[in-house]
């Protein structure tokens, strides 16, 4: 077997255009070089992962403004730690007992809006979902009638229309029960005011991703918050493989406790490169907000510009969840269709995929975030070449042999 060229030209994987944004299926985007070179340099230097988490910790939270942070595997991780912390309830010894061996005191209140396939994050550590209202309505009164003695933790998740009571009215009735409240901020922190503005309503902890805004290693994540809950998360997330005996020294190197046995999260585990790359990431994001978009933005720009000269219909639209534009593309309504065309486009030698969660209504979108210099002439080319052959067969599905170039 030959061993030129990469190693995915080795091993046959092939390159993709990611017309979807920051998507874990595809990858996520791409990383700059300077958090690129903090990877590598964290490659070389062995230290003590708990130290190292401690510290990076303390230098996110002074970068966010928080009280508290903690570096994860991804925002989903984020969530299922923080649903740990909830769940031992200040007695880290409760660790053991999860995720299924809890018994009591394990619901986790969401409202029927926000449910997301997310939550898999909640249960995977021994979280019960309990869900509350309806998607369209939730009463505050059905809120306050949920978090009874068996409630660990309320999951909000921001950004789901309908007539819903507000963060600060949610958090106000729970933190009254000592109840945490983990905020889902995957889609939208950063920016830092969104953060703060979850914190300054009563959230006790947020999750959010490092693969997203922040340009991070794309098994990155921040869970931070309240430093009580934090904590315990730092004793969930490391091996244990210490002795009884040399555990736990406090300054004077007298015992603290009994070590607890591995948490839920040792499976969660995060590696000093992307803790590394992490951080990079978010200073630089902090530096200028937003900067490292552009160069995806021209991409999209420039996606717009042919697609107008070939006749495509589409629509741009100034920003999307993540704040960045994002180009919507008319295909004919009709969801077989839409599908095929889907089809055609990863059948090519080099596999498009776009953001297809408006496909039910005709609607593919381009997102700009992991787009490479040249997708759009790839993407252009491939719309024309999948949309003109059904075109001239009237409202027929594309020509799937001519898929393949
Ligand atoms: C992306 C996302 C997550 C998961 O983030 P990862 O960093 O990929 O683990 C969780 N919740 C929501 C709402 C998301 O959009």
Known sequence: MSQQGSLFDRIGVKRVVNGVGPATRLGGLSLHP????????????????????????????????????????????????????????????????????????????????????????????????????????????????????????????PGRPGNHPSLEEIAGLANARHIPVIVDGALFAPPLSQLHEWFDSGASLVAMSGGKQFRGPQASGILCGKSTLIQLVSLMHQDMDEREQT??????????????????????KVGREQIAGLLVAVERYLADPGAEEAAGIAELDQLRDMLQLRKVPHTWHETSVLGVPILDIEVHAGSDYVDEVLYALTQREIPIYLEESEAWRGMLMVHPMALRPGDARLIAEALEEVLGLADSNGLQAPNMEGGVK
């Open 34 to 157: 300077e958090v690129q070179r903090a990877m590598t340099e964290a490659t070389d230097s062995p230290v003590r992962m708990d130290d190292l988490e401690q510290r990076a910790g303390a230098h996110l939270a002074a970068l966010l403004g928080v009280e508290a942070a903690y570096v994860t595997s991804g925002a989903a991780a984020a969530l299922s730690l923080g649903t740990a912390a909830a769940l031992v309830n200040g007695e880290i010894y409760r660790s053991d007992l999860l995720p299924s061996r809890i018994g009591t005191r394990k619901k986790v209140v969401v409202l029927a809006a926000q449910r997301d396939p997310y939550d898999r994050a909640i249960e995977a550590v021994g979280g019960e979902i309990v869900t509350v209202g309806y998607p369209s309505s939730t009463h505050l009164g059905e809120v306050k009638t949920a978090l009874d003695d068996d409630v660990a933790a309320v999951l909000y998740r």
């Open 247 to 268: 555990w736990g020294r406090g300054d004077k190197g007298e015992r603290l406790q009994t070590p607890p046995r591995h948490g839920v999260g040792r499976a969660m």
